[in-house]
């Protein structure tokens, strides 16, 4: 079955430490999204690619970072400049962007030791 | 800034009734919204687009509406089953072409 798999469910960072979250799909989509969700507040936009080795800033781009190197693959670094990175991270596709419903993986939880 | 409000953040229902969730936005006028279901700990899910020339969208129990005057989107359930528990998410585009989504309204189908 097509879809969208983000890795690992449950992930631990140190102070200080990088982690990396790994977001796969299978759809031959060509665009890909990065958000963020914390409780009480809406789904925001970290970083969008629309094809390949391109991708820009969403709303919230600041301690974050992504390689869009394949099609299939997105993933997202959460830097130690990211002060507050305790959050349920959420990787969507969509055909294009524009009115192409989004396709989303179940996510990664993120928490600091 | 572009603002959604989604009526409440928790809705309680009696099953076999009709759920109505509400969606309002300000300092924009969307050519399309979307809505979406989330189950706790899990992505969305997409579940209708609505585009701003269309007064009503159905899909089997579920049925959306959209009047661009009043700058609202209805979101109804039909039949409420326990099964329907969920936070369900509207989502308007920006003008960057990406989607803006509201914070969500809980529903809980009580049997």
């Known amino acids: 079955d097509g879809g969208i798999t983000q890795s690992p469910k449950y992930l631990f960072r140190k102070e200080g430490q990088n982690v990396t979250l790994s977001c796969e799909q299978n759809?031959?989509?060509?665009?890909m999204y990065w958000y963020r969700q914390d409780p009480g507040q809406g789904l925001r936009l970290i970083y969008y690619?629309?094809?390949?080795?391109?991708?820009q800033k969403g709303d919230i781009a600041e301690g974050y970072s992504v390689s869009r190197e394949k099609k299939e693959s997105f993933p997202l670094t959460v830097t130690s400049a990211q002060k507050n990175p305790t959050a349920f991270y959420l990787c969507?596709?969509?055909?294009?962007?524009?009115?192409?419903?989004?396709?989303f993986g179940d996510g990664t939880r993120l928490s600091i030791l | 800034s572009q603002k959604i409000e989604q009526n409440s953040e928790a809705l309680n229902i009696q099953e076999g009734k009709t759920a109505t969730l509400t969606c309002n936005y300000t300092?924009?006028?969307?050519?399309?919204l979307q809505w979406y279901r989330q189950d706790p700990g899990r992505g969305p899910v997409f579940l209708l687009l609505?585009?701003?020339?269309?007064k009503e969208k159905r899909k089997e129990r579920l049925k959306v509406t959209f009047d661009t005057t009043l700058k609202q989107s209805l979101f109804h359930i039909t039949a409420s089953q326990p099964a329907d528990s969920a936070t369900y998410l509207c989502?308007?585009?920006?003008?960057?072409?990406?989607?803006?989504f509201g914070t969500g309204t809980r529903l809980t189908v009580i049997p």
């Open positions: 969507a596709s969509s055909l294009d962007r524009g009115s192409q419903p989004q396709h």
């Open positions: 759809l031959n989509h060509d665009a």
């Open positions: 690619s629309q094809i390949v080795n391109d991708f």
């Open positions: 300092n924009y006028s969307p050519a399309y």
């Open positions: 609505i585009r701003e020339n269309e």
């Open positions: 989502a308007l585009p920006t003008g960057a072409n990406n989607l803006f």
